[in-house]
C-alpha cells in the first residue's frame, strides 16, 4: 500500500540561475570587493516578494546559511519594479537570469575579460544557481 506522499515527485523541475545583483555604484560604494557574509548581510535590500524566501536561498547555498535579519529597504509588486531599483543603486537583490541575459551578453561582449562581471548598464552580480524542487 503506497502512502499519499508517494503520489508527488521531488525530482528537479528545472535549474533557474539565480544573481544577485546592485549598480555598479551601489557596488564601489558598498562592497567594494568584499563578497563575504559578514559584509554582504549588513547591506540594503530590495525584493520583489512579501517574503523574501529566495534571498535566505541565495544565502543559503551560497554560505551554508541563512542570515538572522535582513535589511529589506524595499518591497516591489514586480521584477521590472525590482531592476529598476537596483539600477538606481538602492542595494542588493535577486534577479533570475534568463531575464536579464540579453543585457549581461551585451555587457560581456562590450568589455574585456578582466571587466565581464560589470554590466554596461550598470549592474554587478554574484552568480549562483538555485534548483527548484516541487
Known sequence: MTG???IFSSDPLLTERMLLVCSREYYESQIKGDHSL???IDKDFITDEDDPVILNFWFRNHFGKIPDKLNIV???DSHEALL???KL???LGIATGHLIWEEIQRAMSSRSPQLSRRWSTGFHWFN??????L
Open 128 to 133: 549562483y544557481r538555485i534548483k527548484y524542487r
Open 38 to 40: 559578514v559584509n554582504l
Open 89 to 91: 543603486g538602492m542595494g
Open 74 to 76: 524595499m518591497n516591489v
Open 84 to 86: 529598476s531599483g537596483l
Open 4 to 6: 499519499f506522499a508517494d
